[in-house]
């Protein structure tokens, strides 16, 4: 993702009201969502993930992704068949309130979860709690002020070396 795109993630609300554990999702590699996939199934999951978006050429046959890779889009990853990953991207220097409000109806629709991967955090589904996570999160940061997100950026990896 570029440094301006806020993501979020999507999971099977219903593995959550099982008792799956978002944060059993992270580890020092990052987030991965395929165990919260196992057993959902949807008939009309790709043509609900597609209707805000149109579809664009993926660079792998296990990635179906619509909209762009510079500004906002939805990708559907698969391992072996199976879906692994549902993310949403939105270009925050120029958002896009249909697409903001679309996505919060497909995931109702879809029984799908939101979560923020950057604070790991799920978000109910409401389309003001969304826009105050992208409003909250670095690529906001970035796109208010570029030269504070690049010296923070800066003295964090010197902190770090």
């Known amino acids: 993702m570029a440094v301006w795109q806020f993501s979020i993630a999507f999971v099977p609300q219903d593995w959550i009201d099982a008792g799956g554990d978002v944060h059993s999702l992270f580890d020092e590699r ?27 050429k993926s660079w792998h046959s296990d990635l179906i992704a619509w909209g762009s890779e510079q500004t906002d889009g939805i990708q559907l990853s698969r391992r072996k068949g199976k879906v692994s990953s ?24 879809l029984r799908l979860a ?11 589904l409401d389309v003001d709690q969304l826009l105050r ?27 770090a070396t």
Not at 91 to 109: F, K, S, W, Y
Not at 133 to 159: G, I, R, W
């Open 114 to 124: 939101i979560v923020v991967v950057e604070t790991s955090s799920v978000l109910p």
């Open 86 to 109: 549902v993310v949403a991207y939105f270009d925050l220097r120029q958002p896009n309130m249909t697409l903001v409000q679309q996505v919060i109806h497909m995931a109702q629709e």
């Open 30 to 56: 990052g987030f991965d969502a395929a165990a919260a996939w196992g057993s959902y199934r949807h008939p009309n999951l790709e043509q609900i993930l597609g209707s805000a978006l149109s579809q664009r």
């Open 133 to 159: 996570a992208a409003a909250e999160s670095k690529a906001a940061h970035f796109v208010l002020d570029p030269a504070s997100y690049l010296a923070q950026m800066e003295t964090a990896n010197s902190q």
